[in-house]
């Protein structure tokens, strides 16, 4: 297991934008599929990132494509979450979890990551 500390979030207007970190300790990311969810009030938590560590592949939900931008640095065990242009439609807690390898297609598959952060608040004003 790897312990994971999300941190970043905050109250922005439509437009603004947030850098959220995913601080991991207990095992190194290099060998994890580290992934971005989020869950607005009332509804379900939906995938938002993914990075597979090796070769730089990431993966994005459709509507969050050419405005966030998932990244790691390895050498701080820290994962990142860019989020420009955000929209109010963005407000949700965001959660970063952690996967052991898992086939490129299943990245967003949320019962597959076995640590899970508390989550941090994104607010998005319009």
């Known amino acids: 297991q790897v312990h994971l500390v999300e941190s970043g979030g905050g109250l922005v207007q439509a437009g603004g934008s947030l850098r959220l970190s995913c601080a991991a300790s207990?095992?190194?990311?290099?060998?994890?599929?580290m992934a971005w969810f989020r869950q607005a009030p009332g509804k379900e938590r939906e995938f938002v990132a993914a990075d597979g560590g090796t070769g730089g592949t990431t993966y994005y939900t459709d509507s969050v494509k050419g405005r966030f931008t998932i990244s790691r640095d390895n050498s701080k065990n820290t994962v990142y979450l860019q989020t420009n242009s955000l929209k109010p439609e963005d407000t949700a807690i965001y959660f970063c979890?952690?996967?052991?390898?898992?086939?490129?297609?299943?990245?967003?598959?949320?019962?597959?990551?076995?640590?899970w952060g508390q989550g941090t608040q994104v607010t998005v004003s319009s």
């Open positions: 207990g095992r190194t990311l290099s060998s994890y599929v």
């Open positions: 979890a952690a996967a052991a390898p898992i086939p490129y297609g299943t990245w967003d598959r949320a019962v597959l990551y076995h640590s």
